[in-house]
């Protein structure tokens, strides 16, 4: 048996909205801004936090090791975050 089936008349739709970005841009540019906004903060903190602790008495070797701990600290737990992230799901 050979069945033909007649091509449907259905009217072309025109979306005027410009077109989404897939979901995988989606994250990279999510990923991207908390990139970019998140050292803002410790920007914010060097400014503020030498001369409070000029102001209490603390040296600026000390102020120096405090920011230097605090990117080490970072620095070596980030890929711990991000394994926990990705078990997570």
């Given at each position: 048996l050979i069945c033909a089936m007649e091509p449907l008349n259905v009217p072309a739709v025109k979306d005027e909205s410009p077109p989404a970005l897939p979901q995988r841009n989606r994250i990279f540019a999510l990923i991207s801004i908390v990139h970019f906004f998140g050292p803002l903060s410790?920007?914010?903190?060097?400014?503020?936090?030498?001369?409070?602790?000029?102001?209490?008495?603390?040296?600026?070797?000390?102020?120096?090791?405090?920011?230097?701990?605090?990117?080490?600290?970072?620095?070596?737990?980030?890929?711990?975050?991000?394994?926990?992230?990705?078990?997570?799901?």
């Open positions: 410790y920007t914010i903190l060097s400014v503020f936090f030498p001369k409070e602790a000029d102001e209490r008495g603390v040296d600026a070797i000390t102020v120096g090791w405090i920011f230097g701990v605090f990117e080490l600290t970072v620095v070596f737990f980030t890929p711990l975050a991000l394994s926990m992230i990705q078990r997570a799901g």
